[in-house]
């Protein structure tokens, strides 16, 4: 069962930039960065798609988020900048589409 430990999330300010980092236990080609939506639903924000190639879910991201990945190392990375208040969530990493086991996520708040 693949394992993905998220880590990175902090409480900035409006404006602020953050790098997430997801180490898993196996990388595929097609990985992908998720965030909490209503009714327990996870949403992709951007990933990997499966020729390899970076794909915005989530427009809103689009110029502001860069997903990169160092499959050596077997993590996946999300550079956030220009957060938003409206960024504020639990970030996921996850196969994409997603395998059943999920990590814990990491909690970005932006606020101030």
């Known amino acids: 069962q693949v394992q993905f430990l998220e880590s990175g999330g902090a409480l900035v300010q409006p404006g602020e930039s953050l790098t997430l980092s997801c180490d898993a236990s196996?990388?595929?080609?097609?990985m992908a960065w998720y965030r909490q939506a209503p009714e327990n639903r996870r949403t992709v924000v951007v990933g990997f798609n499966v020729a390899g190639i970076k794909e915005y879910s989530d427009s809103s991201v689009k110029g502001r988020f860069t997903i990169s990945r160092d499959n050596a190392k077997n993590t996946i990375y999300l550079q956030m900048n220009s957060l938003k208040p409206e960024d504020t969530n639990v970030y996921y990493c996850?196969?994409?589409?997603?395998?059943?086991?999920w990590g814990q996520g990491t909690q970005v708040t932006v606020s101030g």
């Open positions: 996850n196969k994409w589409p997603p395998a059943t086991s």
């Open positions: 196996k990388v595929f080609d097609s």
